[in-house]
């Protein structure tokens, strides 16, 4: 049977926000223009694989500070999951185990609590 982990509900949280923010990144880097800079298109049809852009308007001011701010955010909460104290009670592949299924807890619901009689 697969061991189960009781999570902390602060990493737990950390890790759903993390999923979150990673997502509301990937999603705003997709529809952003490829470069951050102005720049002319281009075509490079000579290579083992066509390679063309358009020209790029290059990203706002506002959108900068977006990218940005969702990548501090991503950065700190990244830390805050690996380093938090929880890891210091497992060692070796329970760590390892842990780590991984903590990354897929937001697939699942949480058991829910069971009352004492």
Known sequence: MATTYDFPSDLRAGQEELHQVRAELSALLKRLPWSVEPLDGFS?????????????????????????????????LAIFVTTHRYWSELTGPDRVDARAKLKHTHETPPAPEREEP
Do not use: F, M, N, Y
């Open 44 to 76: 490079d049809t000579g290579g083992w694989r066509k390679i063309e852009r358009p020209a790029s308007p290059g990203w706002t001011a506002d959108e900068q500070a977006e990218v940005e701010k969702l990548r501090q955010r991503e950065h700190e």
